[in-house]
Nanobody, 117 residues
Framework: QVQLTESGGGSVQAGGSLRLSCTAS????????MGWYRQVPGKEREFVAS???????KHGDSVLGRFTISRDTAKNTVYLQMNSLKPEDTAVYYC???????????WGQGTQVTVSS
């Protein structure tokens, strides 16, 4: 069972920055996808950014130009650099991983990001 460990959440004022990290308990060099989603209470989980095998990194429209996903396969870790944070970015951020296309998704425990105005 793959485990994902997230870190880096916290509280910041609008305009500030945070960097999230997600480390997998397995080798991520050949996984199909790994990335980030976020969720606020009462709403569906929203796509933020991900790497998908064979494609360039993809970012959701609401974070394009402000957030950047990166990875260090030697450390089995993906990062989410979040700049120019807005109050509407406040959410629990979840890391996810799909070992192969169509496989069940593994989710991390989530890390809270709170942006105050």
């Amino acid at each position: 069972q793959v485990q994902l460990t997230e870190s880096g959440g916290g509280s910041v004022q609008a305009g500030g920055s945070l960097r999230l990290s997600c480390t997998a308990s397995t080798n991520t060099f050949r996984v199909y996808s790994m990335g980030w989603y976020r969720q606020v209470p009462g709403k569906e989980r929203e796509f933020v950014a991900s790497f998908i095998s064979g494609y360039s990194a993809k970012h959701g429209d609401s974070v394009l130009g402000r957030f950047t996903i990166s990875r260090d396969t030697a450390k089995n870790t993906v990062y989410l650099q979040m700049n120019s944070l807005k109050p509407e970015d406040t959410a629990v951020y979840y890391c996810n991983l799909l070992p192969v296309r169509g496989s069940p998704t593994t989710w991390g425990q989530g890390t809270q990001v709170t942006v105050s105005s």
